[in-house]
């Protein structure tokens, strides 16, 4: 009896990955430096020489037998002790490696939280636009994504936020710097949703857990301050991936981290513990845990993510198109000219450009743009940028 | 609002995880020669010298943004096209490169396998004695665990099969080599069970899909012959981890292969794909799906679990032990002198001595002792076995 939801899952390619299907073949066709991929969040500056170096290591240090055995389900302790320490000194958050859980990437942090806190007849909430695989782990967890309208500039909107949450909602999911908008959250609209959702806690009498997704949180530009959900709300489940800032996302590594200020927070972490265990993640990849801990903190080459933000905003800009404002990420929202967004992604096909339409997200009238790629892809693509603005007006 | 059995299950740990940490206590109280740890199930051979080299050469050979980035969902179609070759040419098994899915090991490769195919209302059999996780993966599924008990010597009660088959029945598990017991099961008994459920479908109309846990299959002692349920039974979904042969168990590396004669064996590949992206699982560890590439048949050193396994049933049967025959895996199943289980574990930690009761494998009476250890763990283990089993006397 195949499970009908699960095979209609398996069929339905995503957008994102059947335009990439789409770029590989057009680039086989005319040749990888004819297109113009802006389809695929696959970081392009390579891993750091910090992460090649700490696995050399690890097969010096380290014997096969513990190098490669089981860690504890929970993760290496040295590894989650490092990991916490950072934490505590770079961002002020609360933490303790006690309630650290190592997990198999950002995708595995989601679905084991949610299925900690989440379940059928729960509502959790999640700031438009977001990344559209939310949509499927919620419902796997039994429960209902509730969308809530995005503020001016993608910011937080607090009053749509504020009738969103009811007494059903378990969770709100924030993902800042936001995927596919590149828009970071200011520390005051942190603060302003901390306290809102204290205020729903309060009435309702029940936790609403704020799950904070971070993969992002080290790629910031322009001297913008990380303001960070745990550092402000009790309640929060910090969701982290290794994936982008060292440029691992094919290794899944990351981790959960429960705030020891969260209620409960012991029976929290043990859910989180038992959804790890029910959904099969043994434990975290071990030769990676042991990098993440020689590697917690080191981040990736910044300035080139930086220009090639510059280069497009700027260049896309100058032609004439509206854009979000990205100070985080590598994703630039930008909108069709005509307001139709899967005719945009469409048309910009024909000039060799391939952008991800945003109504998957619940942005619509807009387009993401990755540009985790080379910085010629960016200047090269502007031309055809240009005669694709250039044919709407036709 | 934290789910309760979630979080149950995070704080209930194992048993075998709790005598791990009690042994882990005690060595460090008396010194770890002293203590004869049976409980776990971690490969004490090292990785092949093959595996080390194939991480070396990948990082020569690979530049880090292809060998760490994002591999297809359904994991790398070079290593799975190897994987379809080796499976054909060794076992004779049918096999589609196209209908492989790389996973995170095998509990994920259960639990994928599991939420593709059965869900509420359904049932779910499994032979006993079984790994106390399937009920685990099983119930999270939404379906029913159903014991079906097994024959002389741990072999294959065919009536008692044909007895827990229904309507309701959705997959059997099977898992030859068998955790806890060691037995192999024939190739005439796989004969039957096929048999046996291809009657069943006819009956109901609908197909019971063989769940084939094989993580031990290279694992097989005194020439064995290794029967497969893939060469005999269409709708098979065979469940492979290479942690035990290449003694990797914290990478988390594996895959699951459906059957290119499942009836509509498209649908339940997609399926699996789904049920992948539901549960968080994005793609299987990079590195690590190249090494199994580059790895795939290496075996592990045979020589010196059978070696333990000669002197520790030996041993034991002399002493005045009633043992399993162990053809394959690392365990041997051990009968507790009056019956009881439990109390014979507890007993046994006064000689220093873990072993895991049979209780939560379905296998009450008998305990599981683990012997991918040292050779010396199993001389020096005997003489406490012996005055073990003489307390019983007393």
Not at 257 to 265: E, Y
Not at 328 to 356: M, T, W
Not at 370 to 381: G, L, P
């Amino acid at each position: 009896m195949i499970q009908q939801d699960m095979m209609q899952l398996g069929k339905r390619r995503s957008t994102i990955r059947e335009l990439f299907e789409f770029g590989r073949q057009r680039k086989e066709a005319v040749g990888a430096d004819k297109v113009f991929d802006f389809s695929l969040g696959n970081p392009s500056v390579p891993a750091p020489q910090a992460v090649e170096q700490a696995i050399r290591e690890l097969l010096e240090e380290k014997d096969p037998v513990s190098l490669h055995g089981y860690t504890s389900a929970q993760g290496d302790a040295g590894v989650r002790r490092i990991i916490a320490e950072n934490l505590k000194a770079r961002y002020g958050v609360p933490c303790d490696p006690d309630l650290i859980y190592m997990t198999c990437g950002a995708a595995a942090s989601l679905t084991i939280s949610l299925h900690a806190v989440a379940g059928e007849g729960d509502e959790v909430a999640v700031l438009t636009p977001y990344f559209p695989e939310y949509r499927v782990f919620v419902e796997k967890a039994g429960a209902k994504l509730v969308e809530v309208p995005c503020g001016a500039g993608f910011g937080l909107d607090l009053e749509a936020l504020d009738r969103a949450v009811t007494e059903k909602t378990a969770a709100v999911i924030v993902n800042s710097p936001n995927n596919p908008t590149g828009v970071v959250l200011k520390p005051e609209e942190i603060s302003a949703l901390a306290a809102l959702l204290s205020e729903k806690e309060a009435a309702f009498g029940h936790p609403v857990y704020l799950i904070s997704d971070e993969p992002y949180r080290e790629l910031i530009y322009g001297g913008k301050r990380t303001a960070l959900p745990a550092q402000v709300y009790p309640d929060t489940i910090t969701c982290y991936s290794y994936s982008k800032a060292l440029s691992l996302p094919g290794e899944r590594i990351g981790y959960i981290a429960v705030s020891p200020k969260a209620r409960d927070a012991g029976d929290l972490y043990a859910a989180v513990c038992g959804a790890g265990r029910a959904l099969g993640f043994v434990c975290a990849p071990a030769l990676f845990q042991y990098v993440a801990g020689k590697c917690d903190g080191v981040l990736p080459d910044l300035a080139a993510y930086d220009e090639n933000r510059r280069l497009l905003t700027e260049g896309l800009r100058e032609i004439g198109y509206e854009t979000a404002s990205p100070d985080g990420a590598f994703y630039l929202f930008v909108k069709a000219p005509d307001g139709n967004a899967p005719a945009f992604s469409e048309r910009a096909k024909k000039y060799e450009i391939l952008l991800v339409p945003g109504d998957d997200f619940g942005g619509p009238g807009w387009a993401r743009l990755a540009y985790c790629v080379k910085k010629e892809t960016i200047v090269n693509a502007l031309p055809a940028f240009r005669a694709l603005y250039e044919s709407y007006g036709e």
